[in-house]
């Protein structure tokens, strides 16, 4: 590693002055690195020990869908972890079942005081 202090973090921070996280869990196959040392929002994904099929399939894939495979990849990972999209109000109302009559969510209309059930 060479002899730069790492102080601070800017777009021009080699990358061996980012932090790193490490996936203890997997043999250290993976590595996360924040793209930026002070906000975290993307991060840098190394992931190591991938069979060479998969990889094909992933190309092969990418291009069926005209995109590149990291692209490619970003998508399967969103789409396996759940990504982070809200639902519109409208896509919450289309996905609600079709259950019930009209009838059954009609609204009563308020014609005075109710009847007093205790006197």
């Not at 730069?4 to 021009?12: D, E, N, P, Y």
């Not at 790193?20 to 991060?43: H, V, W």
């Not at 069979?51 to 990972?77: F, K, P, T, Y």
């Amino acid at each position: 590693m060479p002899s730069t202090k790492c102080t601070g973090h800017s777009a021009a921070t080699p990358i061996y002055c980012l932090p790193s996280i490490r996936d203890r869990r997997n043999d250290n196959n993976a590595i996360i690195t924040p793209s930026n040392g002070e906000e975290f929002k993307m991060a840098t994904l190394l992931v190591r020990g991938v069979d060479e099929a998969l990889v094909q399939r992933l190309r092969e894939q990418a291009v069926a869908n005209g995109r590149s495979a990291e692209a490619e990849h970003r998508a399967i990972l969103a789409q396996a972890l759940g990504g982070t999209a809200r639902l519109s109000f409208a896509e919450v109302l289309a996905a609600m079942p079709d259950v019930g009559q009209d009838a059954d969510f009609e609204r009563i209309q308020d014609t005075g005081e109710a009847p007093r059930v205790f006197d």
